[in-house]
Structures are given as structure tokens and as C-alpha cells.
């Protein structure tokens, strides 16, 4: 699960926040979040955000992905990370969930974001 939090990290604008306790690492960009980590009984698992057509898509063909837990299950799915999906299917997911919800931001806070990367400000 380490390996998916830091890719998180090197995410524009991505911020780690902990709104759920010490446990459980969200990552948002403009306040949005984008990704959340949990692990249940030793099993991690990430839940992200997803066109709500790819979204049903994945879970027909993966077992390991399933409706967003807590979360609106049209728009979100969570996504076990147990190895059976492959490292590039992971990267995939976090990279759509990511530019779902900054495609959502306003023009501004793109902007804000966009500059302080520029500036080499986390």
C-alpha cells in the first residue's frame, strides 16, 4: 500500500489529509478528494473515483474491484490491493481518479495548483 501512497504524492497539487482518523490516508487536489486508503483484517484496499460507466465496467471484469465503500457507488469503486491486479491497472485507476476530480476543479484553483508546482511548492 506504500508504494500507492507515494504515488499519490507525486501527484500535482495532491495533499494528504487524515479527516478519518490516524488510519486512513486521503489524498485530495483542490480539496477534493481523489484517493483513500484503509486496510480491513490485514487486507489494504484504495478507493477511488471513476466514470460511473467504466466504473460498473471494472467490476464485471475484476473481482477485486468493487462499489465504493462509504461512498456514492456510482462514482466511486474500491479497488483491493492483494497483487492480483497488475502495478500498470493500479497506476491506471489512481491516474483516472486523479484527473476526474481535477478536470472538476475550477479554473482558478487549476491555476493556483499549476503555479505553485511551477514554483516547487508542494
Known sequence: MQDW???CFDKQGARLTYPFGDEIPVFRVGGKMFALFRETDGSP???LKCDPFRAESLREQFAEITPGYHMNKRHW???A???SLSDQDIQMLIDHSY???FKSLTR???AIITANQLMGRV
Open 5 to 7: 501512497i507515494d504515488y
Open 45 to 47: 484496499s484504495v478507493t
Open 77 to 79: 469503486n474500491t479497488v
Open 81 to 83: 490491493l492483494n497483487g
Open 99 to 101: 484527473d476526474l476530480v
Open 108 to 110: 482558478e484553483e487549476k
